[in-house]
T-cell receptor, first 115, second 107 residues
Framework: DGGITQSPKYLFRKEGQNVTLSCEQN?????MYWYRQDPGQGLRLIYY???????QKGDIAEGYSVSREKKESFPLTVTSAQKNPTAFYLC??????????????FGPGTRLTVL | KNEVEQSPQNLTAQEGEFITINCSYS?????LHWLQQHPGGGIVSLFM???GKKKHGRLIATINIQEKHSSLHITASHPRDSAVYIC?????????FGDGTTLTVKP
């Protein structure tokens, strides 16, 4: 089955620790995205990557870092510099490539709680 | 002011009712997406529209590019339609999302 997976579903960390959220897709998509969702608010873009070994900051990149060493993987690290990291994190992918918009496919999300 | 505004914020309906959720945007777009987020958090893409109207089962989405407005309609609503419906606009690579409309359909 093709799809996009995120792990773990729930994650708890102590304040001051870095944590890495996993995102893997086997859809052969070029583009991948990380979003943050807070209660009652819309999704906000953290980082996105349109091709391997390249990525761009989104609207709220401060305190986060990403890598895109493989087409199928786009891990997100929440660093200790992120002032309010407790949130629901969603990863998405799309076929990408070119100027036309395309449908994004979302993973199930990771709910991060920093204690 | 948000670039994407959805209304209503919350909507409660009885099973069988016709539902309309609205989305207005203030930026130029090449496409608009309607997404459905279930209580567990998973998001499913329902429609991508750049003009006119699309239908899938009991769901209908329309867009008026000149008026910068889209509507999502659900006919013969059912409790399993209860979810958050999200409108997103954008071009290649990046989308701007509305805050979502929480729909509850009661049996």
């Amino acid at each position: 089955d093709g799809g996009i997976t995120q792990s773990p579903k729930y994650l708890f960390r102590k304040e001051g620790q870095n944590v890495t959220l996993s995102c893997e897709q086997n859809l052969n998509h070029d583009a991948m995205y990380w979003y943050r969702q807070d209660p009652g608010q819309g999704l906000r873009l953290i980082y996105y990557s349109q091709i391997v070994n390249d990525f761009q900051k989104g609207d709220i990149a401060e305190g986060y870092s990403v890598s895109r060493e493989k087409k199928e993987s786009f891990p997100l690290t929440v660093t200790s510099a992120q002032k309010n990291p407790t949130a629901f994190y969603l990863c998405a992918s799309s076929s990408g490539g070119g100027s036309a918009p395309d449908t994004q496919y979302f993973g199930p999300g990771t709910r991060l709680t920093v204690l | 002011k948000n670039e994407v505004e959805q209304s209503p914020q919350n909507l409660t309906a009885q099973e069988g009712e016709f539902i309309t959720i609205n989305c207005s945007y203030s930026v130029g777009i090449s496409a608009l997406h309607w997404l459905q987020q279930h209580p567990g958090g998973g998001i499913v893409s329902l429609f991508m529209l750049s003009s006119g109207k699309k239908k899938h089962g009991r769901l209908i989405a329309t867009i008026n590019i000149q008026e910068k407005h889209s509507s999502l309609h659900i006919t013969a609503s059912h409790p399993r339609d209860s979810a958050v419906y999200i409108c997103a606009v954008g071009g290649a690579g990046k989308s701007t999302f509305g805050d979502g409309t929480t729909l509850t359909v009661k049996p």
